[in-house]
């Protein structure tokens, strides 16, 4: 199952260019899903056709399912946000606040995610199209699982017995609730299925598609995406420029546009140089239906494969040298200066201005030594040479 995500900021055209895609794909032959985990729904409206929690089919090989992220988020965090709230209660938090405590920002898009798993297994979708929230940077999120794998692995199972031995003293003693085995449960079955999820869409049959209209400001959102998307291992695929307006036979007020937007054009080449770029031209009217949204699709990937896996690297690659090996993460559009790299012991904690992210040295280099590191073409390597060695050579 190819999986493709479209992100980008607010009303730059996401929905309308997943819509587009999934047509052009079913029309293709695909039997093609375009989901929205977007809370800001729109897919219905693209298409213009009424469309629910489950996929509802649209036409021929098309189904259009508009996630209930609210539903979902009850789902997977209900018990364990019940069991936070007693604890708040017996703090003496306000009921109000306490909610608000609760509930991460995000969270409800990431969970909305975790229907992927259910379509990756029914084996019914050759590609699914993800319309996602303006920003990418709940796809972090998803990394959850990685920053608490050792404490899942290690620290929650021994947990889990003490407060079982425990709980009935304790709970009458402090007076504050004790988890109980479902809230543990429920904490095990959310991180296996966000890691489940993570591991799909960090995957080589899945990639995203950054969505950016002309102007600065959203490309330097772009920008960062792209950064950000790759330092969490997910594979940016290209970039659809959308809303370019036409030069031909322009008056003088398009004919100002048209040279502004060449301007920011030629900074987006620049940018994602390396990727594919497409245009989108700024249409008469709005792309609504399955006719209009196959035509748009058409002409933007002007005969090419819209669905093609992406050639080279994966964001993620460990390339051995003769005493130790090189581990390379994708990090376009930064500097050495802008990344900070510490090492805690199974743990590369990598962080690009306000992102962190822990990744779990691979198996075979955990009794090697950083050796160093540097950011070149794009990509973050780190040196690990042999602990025995005093200079490390790669
Ligand atoms: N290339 C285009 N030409 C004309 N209208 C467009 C184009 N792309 C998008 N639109 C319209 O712009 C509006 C916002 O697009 P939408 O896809 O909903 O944005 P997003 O999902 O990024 O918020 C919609 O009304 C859509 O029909
Ligand atoms: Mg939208």
Known sequence: MRVLLFTGKGGVGKSTLAAGTAALAADSGHRTLVLSTDAAHSLADAFGVPAGPEPTEVGDLLWVQQVDAQLRFEQSWADIQRYLLTVLDVAGVDPVAAEELTVIPGAEEVLALLELRLHA???????????????????????????????????????????????????????????????????????????????????????????????????????????????????????????????????????????????????????????????????????????????????VYAGGDPLAVPDGDGPFRVTRTGTGAVLHLALPLVTSAEVDLARNGDELVVTVGSYRRLLTVPAGLTRHRVAGARVVGGELQVRFAETERTVGQA
Request: hydrophobic share 50%; net charge negative; proline share 7%.
């Open 121 to 299: 297994a029914s084996g019914r979708w050759d590609f699914v199209v993800v319309d996602c929230a303006p920003t990418a940077e709940t796809l972090r999120l998803l990394a959850l699982p990685e920053a608490l794998g050792w404490y899942m692995e290690r620290v929650l199972p021994v947990e889990r017995r003490v407060v079982k031995a425990l709980r009935p003293v304790l709970s009458k003693a402090a007076g504050v609730p004790m988890p109980t085995d479902s809230v543990f449960d429920a904490i095990e079955r959310l991180h296996a299925e966000l890691d489940e999820v993570r591991t799909l869409l960090t995957g080589p049959d899945s990639s995203v598609r950054l969505v950016l209209t002309p102007e600065a400001v959203v490309l330097a959102e772009a920008r960062r995406s792209w950064t950000t998307l790759s330092l969490f291992g997910y594979r940016v695929d290209g970039v659809i420029a959308n809303r370019v307006f036409p030069a031909d036979g322009a008056d003088d007020w398009r004919a100002g546009w048209v040279l502004a937007q060449d301007i920011v054009l030629a900074e987006v080449a620049e940018s994602f140089a390396g990727l594919p770029l497409w245009r989108s031209e700024y249409r008469p009217a709005e792309p609504v239906g399955r006719v209009a949204l196959t035509a748009m699709a058409r002409e």
